[in-house]
């Protein structure tokens, strides 16, 4: 109904507007081979969250499904996995009952690694190493950590408040991309609900409920 009347529509996605993630995202020049993901608050919570950053900085999913069940939480924590268009496979653990914060993933590449943990006020990159037990052989170790809060709120309403007093571009996940996103997350609750089948977006159609 927006799009129809012509109104932008720009959903708190904050991650998209804070500083640091998007240094973080700059530095994947290309994409993946797989990311691992973790989250314990609901797959409509922190699983939206996830969502949006992976397919804002690679694009949209192919395919979805579940490996876990629903659960009887209104908000499910579920693990899936799924692939995305620009070719990273993608785990997302679900971590029930978890008595922590649990928001991190992990980005593999043939020469290194990033993560984004604590919710993405730690970042981290991993290069090879020398082993200090076996002799010729490297593993990953920390070369860089950079730390503070994430932010962007803020950003976010100054992005608003350019677009309405000078027609600025308003960034940030639009009303279309959040859709595109609610429909990953409808995939995985589906694909919980039919013993982890695959859900594809090519054929994909929407849930009853």
């Known amino acids: 109904m927006a799009q129809e009347r012509g109104i932008p529509v720009v959903v708190n996605f904050n991650r998209r507007f804070d500083p640091s993630t998007q240094a ?10 797989s990311i691992h993901a973790r989250y314990g608050k609901g797959v409509l919570n922190q699983g939206s969250h996830l969502v ?19 659960g009887s939480a209104p908000d499910p924590v579920i693990s899936f996995h799924g692939r995305l268009e620009s070719g990273p496979q993608v785990l997302v ?12 993933m992990e980005f593999s ?3 290194r690694m990033l993560q ?29 950590t950079d730390t503070g809060p994430v932010s962007g709120f803020a950003e976010l309403y100054a992005a608003i408040r350019d677009h309405l007093l000078r027609g600025a571009p308003l960034t940030g996940c639009s009303g279309q991309q959040a859709l595109q996103g609610q429909r990953v997350l409808d995939a995985v609750v589906l694909s919980a609900n039919n013993q982890g ?7 994909f159609e929407e849930p009853d409920s």
């Open 24 to 33: 973080f995202g700059q530095m994947m020049t290309t994409a993946p081979v």
């Open 116 to 144: 984004y943990g604590e919710g993405g006020s730690v970042r981290r990159i991993l290069e090879p190493q020398p082993s200090r037990v076996y002799r010729g052989l490297s593993f990953l170790g920390v070369k860089r």
């Open 52 to 70: 949006d950053l992976l397919t804002w900085w690679f694009g949209p999913f192919l395919y979805v499904g579940a490996l876990s069940d629903r």
């Open 197 to 203: 089948q695959l859900v594809n977006f090519l054929k």
């Open 109 to 111: 590449f043939p020469d």
């Open 93 to 104: 653990e679900g971590i029930r009952g978890a008595t922590y914060e649990v928001f991190d």
